[in-house]
C-alpha cells in the first residue's frame, strides 16, 4: 500500500489564499528512503529530491477542481513517468504547487510507496490518480 | 499480438482508508515484477500485453528493447 499523507501547512495555506488548485502547476517531486518528507515541512526547499536524471516530466494535469453537496474534490490526470536510463532511487512522491512564489512552491501531500523503487531503462511509474475520490477532498 | 511486459500495482490509501489512487510499474521481466512486487505485501503482479500499456509506457520500453538488440 502506498499511503498518502498531507502536509500541516497546506490546510493554512488553503484558508489563506496560497493556492489556486484549479490553475496551479501541481508538480511532483521525488525523494530518497533517507530523505522521508515529515507533516510538518512546508515548502519545497525543506526537502532533498533526487537528480532527475534520465526521467520524464513532473508537471500533472488537473481534470477537475470542483465542488459537489459542499465536498470538492481535486481530479488529475494520470502523471506517466519514463525512464530513458537509470534513475535515482526514491520511495516517496511529494506534490507541490509550483506556481506560488510567496511562499515558494507550497507543499501539498506525500505518498509513501512502501519502498525503494529505482526506475531501469525503459521502465514506467504511473501515478494512476482516482477519478471518482480525488486526489484530496476539502468538505 | 506483441509479447507481454508486466505491471505492479501498489493501491494508494489516504489517512482515512479512502483510496486515492493506484501507482504501477512497468517492466520488461516477469523476474523484475516480481522483485518489485515482493518488497510490500499488498503489491501485486500482472502481464500485459504490450499493446495495452499506456502509450508512455510503451514506447520507454520498446526503445529500451530496441537498443539493447
Known sequence: MAAFNKFNQF??????GVHNLSTGAITVALTATANAPVATNTVLANLTEIAYTNL???LCTTTSCVQTSGTLRLILADLVLTATGAVAAFQ???LYDATPSSPLKPLIGW???GSALTLANGETFTIDFDNVNGVLTLA | MSAPAFVVESPAINARGVRVG????????EAR???IAAEVADR???SIEIADMPEHARETLKRSQEATQ
Open chain 1, 111 to 113: 505518498y509513501d510507496y
Open chain 2, 33 to 35: 515484477a516480481l522483485e
Open chain 1, 11 to 16: 490546510v493554512e495555506n488553503i484558508a489563506k
Open chain 2, 44 to 46: 501485486t503482479y500482472r
Open chain 1, 92 to 94: 516517496y512522491v511529494v
Open chain 2, 22 to 29: 493506484t501507482m504501477r510499474v512497468y517492466v520488461a521481466t
Open chain 1, 56 to 58: 520524464s516530466a513532473r
